[in-house]
């Protein structure tokens, strides 16, 4: 584990992440950067009719901008159970996650 990314554009995606978290107050976070470039953020989300973990919302915003691929996902607040979604469309795509004390952790 490390406390710092080797790709300053994932240190970016952390700090979208980490501050998306503080500020909604939400579970868990979660920012992808696109193969072009794009940035896309999500929150958890937990209703009675649905339930979406921030790596499942942020994977469909960004589907919904109909990019091509992804490069880099960062999460953080809780750690996410699958990434299924994300490699399934992007198998070379980077997946960290950010804990409570900062350590980065790749999945």
Known sequence: ????FINPEDT???TLAQSTL???GANQAAALRDTTGRTY???N?????LNLDALDAVF????????????GVV?????PEKIGAIVEN????TVFYIDHDGEILAL
Do not use: D, H, Y
Request: positive net charge; without cysteine.
């Open 1 to 4: 584990m490390s406390k710092e």
């Open 12 to 14: 970016k995606l952390a």
């Open 22 to 24: 503080k500020r909604s």
């Open 41 to 43: 953020v999500a929150i």
């Open 45 to 49: 989300i937990s209703s009675p009719s």
């Open 60 to 71: 469909t915003v960004a589907m919904a901008s109909q990019i091509s691929g992804i490069e």
């Open 75 to 79: 999460v953080t607040g809780v750690k």
């Open 90 to 93: 992007s198998p070379l795509a």
